[in-house]
């Protein structure tokens, strides 16, 4: 048995780290996660790493113990999402794993539980503080995602409009600020979420990103240099250090320009309101 899922990786709105409420939007680069099962038993993860911790709790999360016993699974991941970031790369993984495995071995699950599945397995595994709802809400379904994490809820959702993308910045600089420190400032991120929650997405970025960037160790100058370039929101991506900005497509190469002079790389992505894919191979 040979079972492939697709999932796409999402850049924030609204960072959840001081309300525990976030808002994200998906985006198009993909995570691919393969299981293959066989006579035998055991769990055989062909990547190492952090990754593996991650891949294999959510595979303990999804298959029955008996399966377990009765079969060899192998599980293998291919992603197009940096790994370390700020977008949603782990949510991304633990999405597509969850995916593949109820339907190889719980074809019964509904869609909340395969989300469910890779959030605890994200907090076990310590890859995410809240387990990062709001980031797999977006990278499942697409399209913009209000949520409240605490609660597993999904508070609001909508289509993106189309003829959007994102211009995202990889900087090699890997360093960023204390996550913690964010939660000095709870009410900028509640006003920002407020403004998400009422489809003010572009408002609610904007102000995630001058807050953001103040505390990540990024320049709050360059997110007012996005929007001047045409950036309809820009932001510190998660916890960083990536920084996203979200246009129109006539506007993207002024968009690259405004990241020409820092060091790193630009990552060009269409925003997605793909939700998951899941098929069986053979």
Known sequence: MRCISIVHGAVSLVNAIATRRGATLGIGLEVRATVEAGPGSGVIIEQTGLSSRLIRSTVLRVVPKRKLLRNKISISVESEIPAGYGLKSSSAISS???LVCSRAFRPGFTDRQVLLAGVEAS???KVSIT?????ACSC???GFNVTDNEKRRRVAHSRAPPGLGAVIFIPRNRKRGRVKDLGRTPRVFEKAWELARNKKYWEAMNINGFATASVLN???TLIARLIGAGALGAS???NGPAVAAVAKKADIPGIKKAFSSLEGRVIVSNVSNRGPKVWSAG
Do not use: M, N
């Open 131 to 135: 387990g990062a709802y709001d980031d």
């Open 140 to 142: 499942y379904f697409g």
């Open 218 to 220: 990024s320049d709050p």
């Open 236 to 238: 510190v991506s998660g």
């Open 123 to 125: 907090i076990e595994s």
């Open 96 to 98: 597509a794993v969850a």
